[in-house]
């Protein structure tokens, strides 16, 4: 693997797998009827919900989490996160052709926030840049490839497009692998790890109770907050 490696290698690969499996999601989903549809959103909602849970409360840190979600929160507010995804999600939807899709915009944050947000994405861009190692990134592959096709069978084919989020978040992290990697401690790590899952869990919310969302990417700051904790 490594005598073909390059940096960004586990990213591309990542990509790969996200447009393959929304593009199956894509084609399968049409051949489910709504109702099949709706039950496959709540299954990935449920799916996601207890995946967060679980993560989130192997390493729970109180005060970690209260200062982490406040902080971030307010800094993601200030900064208008969940306005930015939207307007990325908007022009996507523009560019591609699909403005008559309603679902799209909503479809595009949610998948985008689901595959970004975790400690996977961060050591694996690390990895893959300092140590010549996609592994991670291509395990996160396979894991992304079945969230992307279960979810764009039941929310539509805005998921494919998290592909463009993740090339970026993971493609800045690869660049930036010298910068991040001293303060990628184990401890920095489990905190990562905690406060994402604790924001998966609320991406699972969203899809489940569509009608009253959570803001989860204006609390993407809470994670710098999470890593520089200790």
């Known amino acids: 693997m490594t005598d073909f490696h390059f940096a960004g290698l586990g990213t ?5 797998g ?3 499996g929304g593009l199956c999601g894509l084609f399968g989903g049409r051949l489910l009827t709504a109702g099949i549809q709706r039950t496959l959103q709540d299954a990935c909602a449920l799916a996601v919900i207890f995946l967060g849970a679980d993560g989130a409360l192997k390493n729970l840190d109180t005060m970690l989490l209260i200062a982490s979600l406040i902080g971030g929160g307010l800094i993601g507010a200030l900064v208008d996160i969940d306005g930015k995804f939207e307007r990325l999600g908007i022009w996507l939807r523009t560019r591609s052709g699909n403005d008559g899709d309603t ?3 909503d479809a595009f944050v949610t998948a985008s926030l689901t595959v970004c947000v975790g400690a996977m994405a961060v050591i694996g861009a690390i990895n893959d840049r300092l ?6 990134l291509i395990a996160k ?6 969230i ?15 592909f463009v989020s993740v090339g970026l978040f993971q493609g800045a992290i690869t660049l930036l692998a010298g910068l991040i990697e001293p303060f990628m401690t184990e401890a920095a ?11 998966i869990f609320g991406v699972g919310v969203n899809l489940l109770f569509p009608d009253k969302k959570i803001s989860v990417a204006n609390l993407l700051p809470a994670l710098i907050i999470a890593c520089l904790w200790i």
């Open 148 to 162: 992307i096709l279960v979810m764009t069978a039941s929310l539509g084919k805005g998921c494919i497009f998290s």
């Open 189 to 199: 790590l489990a905190n990562l790890s905690s406060v994402g899952n604790v924001l």
């Open 18 to 20: 996200i447009i393959v």
């Open 141 to 146: 592959s396979a894991l992304d490839l079945i």
């Open 12 to 16: 591309l690969i990542n990509v790969a």
């Open 103 to 105: 679902r799209f915009v």
């Open 131 to 136: 140590l010549h190692d996609p592994a991670v």
